[in-house]
Nanobody
Framework: QVPLVESGGGLVQAGGSLRLSCAAS????????MGWYRQAPGKERDVVAS???????TYADSVKGRFTISRDNAKNTIHLQMNTLKPEDTAVYYC???????????WGQGTQVTVSS
């Protein structure tokens, strides 16, 4: 069973919006910090946004004011609303679950986001 299942990627023009979703098992959703990460070609995987069990959010500086991470506790799902997308947001986006700051315990399969200029 895949622990994290992402959906919602695609191709969008610059300035547009996309919403990513990540469904998790109840055990993971209720015990792990959930987050979104992205990896562009030739670059490392970096954190984009995270949300704690209590709902506290953090964002990378590059996406502050444009992206919003949220939790749907009834559906064990997190979302990433991405607005005012830029070509530099193009990457494979991964959902991750972690218990500590230095390692991610579970990864989703990734979903491609492509922003055309």
């Amino acid at each position: 069973q895949v622990p994290l299942v992402e959906s919602g990627g695609g191709l969008v023009q610059a300035g547009g919006s996309l919403r990513l979703s990540c469904a998790a098992s109840g055990t993971i959703f209720n015990n792990y910090i959930m987050g979104w990460y992205r990896q562009a070609p030739g670059k490392e995987r970096d954190v984009v946004a995270s949300i704690s069990i209590s709902g506290t959010t953090t964002y990378a500086d590059s996406v502050k004011g444009r992206f919003t991470i949220s939790r749907d506790n009834a559906k064990n799902t997190i979302h990433l609303q991405m607005n005012t997308l830029k070509p530099e947001d193009t990457a494979v986006y991964y959902c991750g679950a972690r218990r500590n700051p230095w390692s991610v315990d579970y990864w989703g399969q990734g979903t491609q986001v492509t922003v055309s200029s």
